[in-house]
């Protein structure tokens, strides 16, 4: 039996702006932390580079699931009285 998990998304296109955020973003957090060394040692680079990139993706997905929450408990006005 195979388990499945269903991350939160707030839009269809959540997956998609982290995949194409996270390598600059790592990138750039890195160059600024580290300072030339992060470019010149490659196992720094590695090193720094996966664990950036991973709590990244988990920040991205706990503000996501934050977003959904928000967007379910904080309906539009118009919204409350239709039911």
Do not use: E, Q
């Not at 388990?3 to 750039?28: C, E, Q």
Request: glycine letters at 6%; charged letters at 15%.
């Amino acid at each position: 039996m195979v388990m499945s998990v269903k991350l939160p998304r707030y839009t269809t296109r959540d997956y998609g702006v982290l995949a194409i955020l996270i390598i600059p973003v790592t990138l750039i957090i890195n160059s600024v932390i580290f300072g030339g060394s992060y470019f010149t040692d490659w196992r720094k680079f590695l090193f720094a580079s996966a664990v950036t990139a991973a709590v990244f993706c988990v920040d991205f997905i706990i503000c996501g699931w934050v977003a959904v929450m928000m967007k379910k408990d904080f309906r539009l006005p118009h919204s409350l009285a239709s039911g």
